[in-house]
């Protein structure tokens, strides 16, 4: 789910429950997941950027984020307070499981639209003031709290936006559709980015297998040979519209040192990269 980039300290994960520290206003991550999720900001601020707008969440506030939704996350220290964030993340299990409890039995109009796939800033309800002050103590790695404990938390996470808007229900109830999305708007989307094979799986909602037998379908490269095709390419057109220097085109496309990109790039075009430069 994420990009780190400065000084963060260990995510901790107690049963997709997340709690994070950070602590200057460097860091930052890149988030897509399949999942839905509510992130609630401790202390601190989060900026989240969908590359059209901002949204600000600060202390004491809660954003509801949809799965498959790309975002950069900027997690930032504010009024002498570093951040800390407690996330939680609704898979497609759990949300089964719990329609199977009491999804059923909510009274939702047939007529009820679902919600705007966005980012959504929530009010802040005495459900979730409640949820996130009982969860507090376990920002100390040294007080871990029990599976089942964390189990009633995401319960009692769902049933607080259940109830902030019927429009809840119809959107994280519907299991109508595969959760997969398509998998070269993703990586054109992300190839800069290092991933897994796991991690590229799960981003697009896919098992490994399943992954590789459709990558197989739109591509006879490998996926790592495929993002490194990506990434030159990018690369080439950067340079050769003039006025990019290349240390800074060959981060910007995902390469880590320089060495490599030449080597690539060579071996692709058949020039340097600096032949473009002339």
Same mark, same amino acid.
């Given at each position: 789910?994420?990009?780190?980039?400065?000084?963060?300290?260990?995510?901790?994960?107690?049963?997709? %429950?997340?709690?994070?520290?950070?602590y200057d206003d460097a860091?930052?991550?890149?988030?897509?997941?399949?999942?839905?999720?509510?992130?609630?900001?401790?202390?601190?601020?989060?900026?989240?950027?969908?590359?059209?707008?901002?949204?600000?969440?600060?202390?004491?506030?809660?954003?509801?984020?949809?799965?498959?939704?790309?975002?950069?996350?900027?997690?930032?220290?504010?009024?002498?307070?570093?951040?800390?964030?407690?996330?939680?993340?609704?898979?497609?299990?759990?949300?089964? &499981?719990?329609?199977?409890?009491?999804?059923?039995?909510?009274?939702?109009?047939?007529?009820?639209?679902?919600?705007?796939?966005?980012?959504?800033?929530?009010?802040?309800?005495?459900?979730l003031t409640s949820l996130?002050?009982?969860?507090?103590?376990?920002?100390?790695? &040294?007080?871990?709290?029990?599976?089942?404990?964390?189990?009633?938390?995401?319960?009692?996470?769902?049933?607080?936006?259940?109830?902030?808007?019927?429009?809840?229900?119809?959107?994280?109830?519907?299991?109508?559709?595969?959760?997969?999305?398509?998998?070269?708007?993703?990586?054109?989307?992300?190839?800069?980015?290092?991933?897994?094979?796991?991690?590229?799986?799960?981003?697009?909602?896919?098992?490994?297998?399943?992954?590789?037998?459709?990558?197989?379908?739109?591509?006879?490269?490998?996926?790592?040979?495929?993002?490194?095709?990506?990434?030159?390419? %990018?690369?080439?057109?950067?340079?050769?519209?003039?006025?990019?220097?290349?240390?800074? %085109?060959?981060?910007? %496309?995902?390469?880590?040192?320089?060495?490599?990109?030449?080597?690539?790039?060579?071996?692709?075009?058949?020039?340097?990269?600096?032949?473009?430069?002339?």
């Amino acid at each position: 789910m994420n990009d780190p980039t400065k000084s963060i300290q260990p995510i901790f994960n107690y049963n997709n %429950v997340f709690f994070s520290f950070f602590y200057d206003d460097a860091g930052s991550c890149v988030h897509r997941s399949r999942e839905y999720a509510l992130n609630y900001v401790y202390s601190g601020e989060m900026v989240l950027d969908n590359g059209s707008e901002e949204i600000r969440i600060g202390k004491g506030e809660c954003v509801f984020i949809p799965r498959d939704h790309h975002l950069t996350l900027y997690k930032k220290s504010c009024d002498g307070e570093r951040y800390c964030g407690i996330f939680l993340m609704f898979t497609r299990s759990f949300l089964r &499981e719990m329609y199977g409890r009491f999804g059923r039995d909510r009274r939702i109009a047939a007529s009820t639209p679902k919600l705007d796939p966005r980012a959504i800033k929530l009010p802040r309800t005495a459900e979730l003031t409640s949820l996130f002050a009982s969860m507090t103590p376990y920002f100390d790695p &040294e007080v871990q709290p029990q599976g089942d404990f964390m189990q009633l938390k995401m319960q009692e996470g769902l049933l607080a936006l259940l109830h902030i808007d019927d429009r809840f229900a119809p959107t994280l109830f519907d299991f109508n559709e595969p959760w997969k999305i398509d998998i070269l708007e993703f990586l054109n989307e992300n190839y800069m980015y290092e991933f897994t094979l796991a991690e590229m799986a799960h981003y697009t909602g896919r098992s490994p297998a399943t992954f590789k037998r459709d990558f197989k379908k739109i591509s006879d490269l490998t996926p790592e040979k495929w993002l490194i095709r990506k990434r030159l390419e %990018v690369a080439y057109e950067k340079l050769r519209e003039g006025g990019r220097k290349i240390v800074e %085109v060959y981060a910007e %496309v995902g390469f880590k040192n320089p060495s490599h990109f030449s080597t690539a790039f060579k071996k692709q075009y058949g020039i340097p990269p600096t032949a473009l430069l002339a």
